[in-house]
């Protein structure tokens, strides 16, 4: 998910906005330049501005089908077995995601390929054309009308919307879909979403659609009881994990039990244990889909869930010393990780973390400092990074030995000259700090939009 600080637009800002959209964006670095000077706009939640583009640009979005996935944690291993699923099944599939870990493109891909440069500016130049200048958009809500216009234009057979921020009053809710999914709910973003457990499930209960079928893996009674009531009042299907299809994991296999399919030995791609209960998830979404007339064999599931690609998640990296990064940013992440990291050998681990300033420093700490033998506090190249120095703070309190590296390449450096051949070097905290280590470790792979 990608956020952005919440602050006014001032008139000079919004002058300079308006001189670029009057002239004809050229060249890639002009059209990401410009979406990404929308940032200064901040979170403006709502779904008439986005509504209003899409009317401009002709309503793309209307009569295509979508599956809507929204969530704490989740949402994009969720999204990426959906979308592997449905390839193996033939099936042309659009894919929006946030935030991306090195390349803007990363954002809108089909059947796994990115979008290229010169489809970006021309959705660029589409935008610009339908914003109305004294009303400028958020960059989360122009990145989702190019999404809308990109897919609908490529005749994708369905597409696959990432919620950014909650549900209700986020710009992919504009859609309605085939199918629902809520991955889970913790406490995350009380700035905006509401400080009880209950708010933020009311904000993210707000993408249930009439006669739509939710899916969710949600396991809190009062959530579960407000979903349950939503999408009675609303008549839309209510399928939940435990209930109407459940897993059991044995190894690195699992087994799933559903609606109408029971299926034994699928082995996800993805790895940590938490990734079962997200297959399930995406399991009994492609049950619904197939009640609603698409055609999957056990073949294409299974294949599916082998096949899925998600950088940035337990994504083993490299070998001697064993390199894995994980975008873990809330506490509820955390723990899953600490948790599944447990499953690979190694003899020491040596944690490299880099986390956002407005995130649960103490939380996130607190779970994965007691699986690291020795922790290097870093921060990446990004305005929002906290400094090292409160992350060792948690360190120091937690009694663990660590210390701080300003820079994420130097801590990554220090981290790979400590480690043995036997030794595992963990990289976590963030998705951006995952993003830049990923041009470290494999810049061939991973190119930077500059690169």
């Not at 939640?45 to 002709?58: E, Q």
């Not at 791609?269 to 009994?284: F, K, T, V």
């Not at 506090?377 to 309190?397: E, G, L, N």
Request: hydrophobic content about 40%; charged content about 25%.
């Amino acid at each position: 998910m990608q956020y952005f600080t919440l602050c006014p637009a001032p008139s000079a800002l919004s002058h300079l906005v308006y001189k670029l959209m009057k002239k004809k964006i050229t060249t890639y670095k002009k059209a990401v330049e410009y979406l990404y000077s929308l940032q200064k706009f901040g979170i403006k939640f709502g779904l008439s501005k986005t509504s209003n583009i899409l009317k401009a640009m002709g309503n793309p979005h209307q009569g295509q089908k979508y599956i809507h996935v929204a969530g704490t944690n989740g949402k994009g291993s969720v999204s990426a077995m959906l979308e592997s699923i449905l390839i193996k099944a033939g099936l042309k599939v659009g894919f929006y995601s946030s935030p991306h870990l090195v390349r803007f493109t990363e954002r809108f891909r089909i059947n796994r390929k990115e979008i290229s440069r010169a489809k970006t500016v021309g959705l660029v130049n589409e935008l610009m054309d339908a914003i109305n200048p004294s009303q400028p958009p958020t960059f989360f809500e122009a990145t989702t009308a190019m999404a809308l216009s990109y897919f609908a234009s490529e005749k994708v057979d369905i597409a696959i919307m990432e919620v950014g921020m909650g549900g209700r009053l986020d710009a992919t809710n504009v859609v309605k879909p085939l199918v629902s999914v809520i991955t889970n709910i913790s406490v995350e973003h009380q700035d905006f979403l509401g400080k009880r457990l209950i708010d933020i499930a009311g904000e993210k209960a707000g993408i249930i659609k009439r006669g739509v079928d939710l899916v969710t893996g949600v396991s809190q009674r009062q959530v579960t009881e407000l979903f349950e009531g939503v999408c009675k009042s609303k008549k839309a299907p209510f399928h939940r994990l435990g209930r109407e299809f459940r897993f059991r994991s044995k190894g690195d296999e699992i087994s799933y039990f559903g609606m109408s399919r029971n299926m034994k030995g699928l082995k996800p791609a993805l790895h940590g244990r938490y990734q079962h209960r997200n297959a399930a998830l995406a399991l009994a979404a492609t049950e619904v889909l197939e009640s609603k007339g698409c055609n999957l064999t056990d073949e294409n599931i299974s294949e599916g869930l082998r096949d899925t690609v998600w950088p940035g998640r337990m994504q083993v990296v490299s070998h001697d010393p064993l390199v894995i990064v994980d975008g873990a940013h809330n506490p509820g992440a955390a723990r899953e990780l600490a948790s599944s990291i447990k499953g690979f050998s190694y003899r020491r681990l040596i944690l490299v973390a880099g986390i956002m300033g407005d995130k649960d420093i103490k939380s996130i700490m607190g779970l994965i400092s007691p699986v690291a033998d020795y922790i290097i506090c870093t921060k990446p190249d990004y305005y929002r990074a906290a400094d090292p120095r409160r992350i060792m703070a948690q360190v120091s309190a937690a009694g663990k030995k660590g210390e701080v590296v300003e820079t994420l390449p130097a801590a990554i450096a220090r981290a790979k000259s400590m480690a043995s051949s036997k030794d595992l070097v963990l990289i976590t905290g963030s998705l951006f700090t995952v993003g830049e280590a990923l041009t470290i470790l494999d810049p061939v792979k991973y190119k930077r939009d500059g690169v």
